[in-house]
């Protein structure tokens, strides 16, 4: 039994239907956070269920022209029945994706670190209203191409990666850290060059009036040649 549901109504699906259903079976999700999915499985899940969690680390656009070379990820929970664990990730195998073995909580770990981050820069770059204009460089259509890829997806989809994974929201606060040190380093340089400016300035003028005493006084001690 596979579910392929959104993040945030994994457990209510999973809830609704009878225990019964489960038994003996294989249930395998495939979730974009994995701790979640994990603890609500082996909560709600009988005993006598095989768990499997799973995370396809490509969607519909990045895998239009085939699964090869495509990360699959998967954490055996709780598996009896080990013949029909390898058949289920044989259909993976087969298509060449690229198969790794990994807990759960270093997946959430490393999904915060490239996935989250990556949502959550495409979304606060829609909110400045970013638009082409004929002087486009190729990093500012790349920046588009990021909002578009994130922003194309559901708010729920991206609300789920921050609710449901614990590290989230330690990338929230780096980039609020990030963007704190960056302004700060404007900051500094722009101290500094005023500062520079200042002292470019009191020089000149220390020379200036270094001149008119020596024109001063070229006046009051003529020459007797």
Sequence with gaps: ILFSVSIISFADVLKSLPK??????LVVDVLSVKVHAKETMLNELP???DILCTHPMFGPESGKYGWNGLPFLYDKIRISDSDR?????????NERCKMIE????????????SQFITHLTGRILYEQSLVPTPIDTKGFQTVLNLIDNTCSDSFDLFFGLFYYNSYA????QNIRDALAKVERQLASKEAYLSAKLEITRDQRN????????????A???????
Aim: glycine share 0%; net charge negative.
């Design 206 to 217: 220390e020379v200036i009036e270094e001149c008119r005493k020596l024109i001063r006084e």
């Design 20 to 25: 019964e259903l489960f038994k003996n079976k």
């Design 47 to 49: 005993e006598e269920t």
């Design 102 to 113: 990994m807990s759960s909580e270093q997946h959430d770990q490393y999904a915060a670190n």
């Design 169 to 172: 929201s330690i990338q929230i």
């Design 219 to 225: 006046f009051r001690n003529p020459s007797n040649e």
């Design 85 to 93: 664990l390898e058949r289920f990730l044989s259909i993976w195998e």
